[in-house]
């Protein structure tokens, strides 16, 4: 049976269900998505590499873990479950802002979503899907401002987006 995504309003109320893929078809109807970053205490950020068959930005580096939320579930399941899936650890994690984009990726699919970002914190070492990501690793903020200035093609939209209000968000956890 094939995913299926929420579709909300931009108040993020539900207006109903869609396969997964036919959702970021056609220009991309308005659905929830999740967005998790995880710091060490060094202050380092977790990176992953999306898998490189991933239908949509597949190769490029993101935040830990990102999904859609499950229909059936509340949305605080479904994070802690897809972070343990994606990236074989689980944590605390604090929901700490949500913001709505939209961005075509190089296969004319739209990714738009109101994006929950959750921000957590882990000190051990990741053991990575290998169908969610290639590679990941353990970045310091300034090189990681600097690489994406001189590199943005390497990154996600939502990543890219969401990255300076999370970098001020991350004491508050």
């Known amino acids: 049976m094939e995913e299926r995504v929420i ?19 056609n220009g991309g109807k308005l659905h929830r998505a999740f967005s998790i970053f995880i710091f060490n205490s060094k202050g380092e950020m977790l990176l992953q590499k999306r898998a490189k068959s991933k239908y949509h930005f597949g190769g490029l580096w ?16 479904t994070v802690h479950k897809k972070l343990e899936q994606e990236m074989g650890f689980d944590t605390d994690l604090k929901e700490t802002f ?6 075509e ?5 739209t990714e738009h979503e109101l ?8 000190d051990g070492e990741p053991k990575i899907n290998p169908e969610e990501a290639d590679e990941w690793k353990w970045i310091n903020i300034e090189e990681l401002q600097k690489d994406i200035k001189e590199n943005p093609g390497k990154y996600t ?4 987006i969401a990255l300076e ?8 956890i």
């Open 7 to 25: 579709l909300v309003d931009e108040n993020d109320k539900v207006i109903g269900t869609e396969e997964k893929l036919k959702a970021h078809q």
């Open 62 to 77: 993101t935040n830990a873990c990102c999904s859609h939320p499950n229909p059936d579930k509340p949305l605080e399941d």
């Open 98 to 103: 949500t913001f709505i984009y939209k961005a």
């Open 105 to 109: 990726s190089e296969n004319n699919l």
């Open 115 to 122: 994006d929950h970002v959750f921000i957590g914190k882990f």
């Open 157 to 160: 939209p939502w990543f890219k």
């Open 165 to 172: 209000r999370v970098i001020s968000e991350r004491n508050n």
